[in-house]
């Protein structure tokens, strides 16, 4: 599925040899929208749509993945090391939710090595299934998109022991299960929300029909930032994941029509 994602982007990217495609003469109240996993971590949602008048507009977010979902506080009095697994993240120990729940379906928690695995459990709580959560979650399109749904209705929840109740994870330490109007990474000149406003800014200004290669990351700027430069034009953005966003964009720019 990964390979196949990206030779799609790749192709996709490599239309018109590089030359930008304007961002107008799209037919009118339509909606298409694409997900892609990003930066290792998140399944990333892109939706491109057009209003009575074919004007464009794009809006990208970002769903966190079951890893964040069930983290829990070893102060808080329902968790102990014993109903919780951990991973490791940047040197820190991450506790997680020994059992969850997405679905419908039960998913017990295994540390392998520094990594988090959830599987399905069986009648006893024990590990049964031979396929990672989060794998099942990025295998296509329809799985993230469905993805994007469940965690938003409250399909995904936590639970202290196997088989008892679950609660069911509508926030995070950023407010929310999606990154978009979190605060998430609200730092700095922009932060994520202002880097996904420059981004989906410069998409409905300057086109988005462009290669890989044409985009590059710029030598800091008198402000201190290393913007990101699309052929000959400056976008705002400076995280270092702009072309995972761009391609997710284009992913979903490429199943409108064009009047």
Request: net charge negative.
């Given at each position: ?85 951990y991973y490791v993240q940047r040197g820190n120990e991450v506790r997680v939710a ?66 008892g109740d679950v609660t069911p994870v509508t926030s995070t330490d950023y407010n ?84």
């Open positions: 599925m990964i390979i196949a994602v990206t030779l799609f982007a790749f192709a996709l990217v490599a239309c018109n040899n590089g030359e930008a495609e304007t961002a107008t003469g799209f037919a009118p109240n339509q909606e298409a929208e694409a997900y892609l996993y990003i930066h290792g971590g998140y399944v990333g949602q892109a939706i491109a749509s057009t209003d009575s008048d074919g004007e464009l507009s794009i809006r990208l977010d970002e769903a966190f993945m079951p890893h964040t979902l069930a983290e829990v506080d070893l102060d808080e009095d329902a968790w102990s090391e014993e109903n919780t697994v020994e059992y969850v729940e997405y679905d419908g379906t039960t998913y017990v928690g295994t540390t392998v090595g520094e990594s988090l695995t959830y599987v399905e459990a069986d009648e006893n709580g024990e590990p049964a299934g031979n396929q990672d959560l989060e794998l099942q979650i990025i295998y296509g399109q329809d799985s993230m998109a469905h993805y994007f749904d469940v965690i938003q209705n409250g399909g995904f929840g936590i639970m202290t022991e196997f088989g929310q299960v999606t990154k978009r109007g979190s605060g998430y990474w609200d730092f700095g000149e922009l932060g994520w929300q202002g880097n996904i406003d420059a981004i989906e800014e410069f998409i409905t200004e300057e086109g988005f029909h462009y290669n890989l290669a044409d985009m590059q990351r710029l030598d800091e700027d008198d402000e201190g930032l290393r913007r990101w430069e699309v052929a000959d034009a400056v976008t705002g953005a400076t995280l270092s994941d702009f072309k995972d966003y761009f391609i997710n964009a284009q992913m979903a720019l490429a199943q409108l029509e064009r009047e």
